[in-house]
């Protein structure tokens, strides 16, 4: 045998035979001949002939049209029937233009046709030593594919052509009623569209969500999360997924990829964003108390208590808690655009204003060059961050769970704040 992967596939049909053949209470003579008859059938010499023959019975595609309707495929079954579809395969060129199509995403084509052939897929689909699968070696007559058609009696070319049938797209392009079909309009005519689905590209999709939320490092930052542990990463959820099914209860009828991943694929949420009113009002009297208030940060006020809680003290730990503190700094200066912003499209304080100096020079858009070159208002805003964040910690977690801070803890957070003060010009 060429090859160690051809030598594994026939080494495991023939076990596979073997298992749901053999019973416990058959005669020695009987194991036997099951076993001679085994060995016959998946001799290569009779195997490949047998195999050529079945694959045209398949037919290599990018884009199956039994995705659309099962009924359609390959086969003179169903071109008497007037569901035959030409079998598309996509040889687009890739090109980094942003968007996401067939051409852009390296996927493997897909096959559809006879499910009792595909075992003759799978062969053919086995990657030799070089790399290649074993299509492109008989397309290539490569020497391992001549050595493997090389045994008594064998016909190279009629084999080659069998197996090669495969990838016959024919030179008609045929569709069908069952298809999904639009007119488009070109010049003063239509070009008639049928829609088919790019089976790589689906199944690819679905490998990279369940990545996302079933890999393994995603399993051990659950478990943390169960147990209220500490994880330096944390994971990705994917919200409002569907998962469609193709085929039913038989999903080989489809295709070789739907088969393989049990007629499952995944759909992402796909509808217009839910546009708010934007109800943004100038803060008063204070921006701690009317725009940012304590429990529009309580998620991250939770997981600094939970930072807080652990005994340790190490410079994992302090890096962690320093990104909390940069998350609260963070919506500060989201709501502080958010203010600059509808202040100039007009909406401005009323003159009884009774906001701090320091908050107006920060938010109102006739002391932008006061903001620029002065810096005893940024030092008063930092200090009102550090206050807004110990205290709104004390606030959301409660008097009697909530841990005291230290002056030296106070001096770093304010040190921290300082570091990054220039955001707030």
Known sequence: MPDAAIRDFFLERKEGKLKKSLKPDMSEAERLAIKASCEEEFDPANWLPAAAKRAGQLAIATHPSTFSHPSTGIGPKNRKNNTYVSPIVF???SRANGFLHSGNVAVESDALGNAAALDVYKFLSLIMVDGRSLLIHIANDTPLAQQLFTFPDADYQALKSGFMAMM???QESITSTRIKQ?????????????ILTAAGVVFELRKRIDDIRFGDDVKQARELKR???YHAEGYKEIYNLTTIGYGGTKPQNISVLNNRNGGKAHLLLSAPPQLEKRDIRFPSTSFFEQTLRYRDCRDVFLKLHKLYSQSSNNLRLREARDRFYLAILDRVVERMYQLRTVTEEGIKPDSSN???LSERIWLLPEYQSTRQTEDDWLDDMTKAITRFIFAGYKNQIGEERHIMMSDAEAKALNSLVQKHREVLR
């Open 354 to 356: 009774a906001l701090p």
């Open 227 to 229: 147990k209220g542990e």
């Open 182 to 194: 639009v007119f488009f309009p070109v010049a003063e005519d239509y070009h008639l569209l049928s």
């Open 91 to 93: 040889k687009g060129e």
């Open 168 to 170: 016959n797209q024919g």
